[in-house]
């Protein structure tokens, strides 16, 4: 699912080959995934229009037009956004959003069409109607600490409930706990301020880490560091800490994998 490093990756991509380029021609696929606009309004919306500022927050990315709207997009559980080459390719598989562009094109691809693309007129209040927390790469330590008091539950509950903190999810929220030597299910009663701390920057290493390395679509995980839990993640595999085999075990529904080592259950620390 993407998540805060894939949907940067995607922003960059719009940044680099998607701006200030006059849009041709909008396909619309599956238009189940249409938030509030219909096919036909997107269209007239955005053909003759470019894009000209991106911005992300959490795992939404946003794309102002030059008569000041904002093209709307999340992606859901296998959601995408590629570019490719019209006139030497076809677009990818399952495009559910075609942006054919002067020169280029973009698609946004959903193959379990559980994304959402909308039209909004001002982003602050697209963002302030999600309920997000902040989002999770810009957050400091001090807003951080101050959105887990009070909370209670596990770590890794509050670290990918959107409304906390926007933009992680169940991936990467295994690589910060790894980080941060903390079992999956760790309680946040179980941390005291040190070890929130300690947690925040975990979470900083691992997020900008990611970004910098473009690991984002996972894919792409093994451009993460050899000290990271991610490219080996799949079954079978050792820490890259300790060497031991890496365990996985369902927390609240999803699953962890995890060093039993290195990220010892919270009962034996007693
Ligand atoms: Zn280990």
């Known amino acids: 699912m993407p998540e805060l490093p894939d949907v940067e990756v995607y922003r960059r ?31 007239d919306v955005l053909i003759g229009h470019a894009f000209e500022e991106t ?40 495009t559910q959003l ?14 379990r069409k559980l994304g959402r693309i909308g039209l909004v007129e001002d982003a602050e209040a697209f963002l302030r109607a999600e309920a997000l927390g902040p989002d999770a790469l810009e ?5 951080f600490l101050e959105r887990l008091s009070g909370r209670r539950g596990a770590v890794k509950a509050a670290l990918m409930d959107q409304s906390v903190l926007a933009g992680i999810g169940n991936v990467y929220a295994d690589e910060i706990l790894f980080q941060a030597h903390l079992h999956p299910k760790t309680k946040l009663a179980a941390l005291d301020r040190p070890g929130r701390r300690a ?22 995980l093994d451009r993460l560091p050899n000290d990271f839990l991610l490219p080996r993640r799949e079954a079978g595999q050792d820490c890259p800490r300790c060497g ?7 927390v609240g529904g999803r699953r962890s994998t995890f060093c039993p080592r290195c990220q010892p259950p919270p009962d034996a620390d007693a």
């Open 139 to 143: 957050v400091n330590e001090e807003t």
């Open 55 to 94: 911005r992300r927050h959490g795992k939404h990315l946003l794309v102002r037009l030059d008569d000041g709207r904002w093209l709307t997009l999340h992606f859901g559980i296998t959601g995408d956004l590629q570019p490719f080459a019209p006139s030497r390719e076809q677009a990818p598989a399952y």
């Open 13 to 43: 991509r719009l940044e680099r080959d998607g701006l200030h380029r006059r849009i041709k021609a909008v396909e619309v696929g599956d238009t189940r995934l249409l938030a509030n606009v219909s096919a036909t309004a997107l269209r």
């Open 199 to 220: 947690l925040y920057h975990a979470m900083r290493k691992v997020l900008t880490t990611a970004v910098k390395a473009e690991a984002g679509a996972e894919r792409l």
């Open 244 to 250: 031991d085999a890496l365990k996985a075990l369902q």
């Open 98 to 111: 075609r942006l054919d562009f002067a020169r280029g094109a973009f698609a946004y691809v959903s193959r």
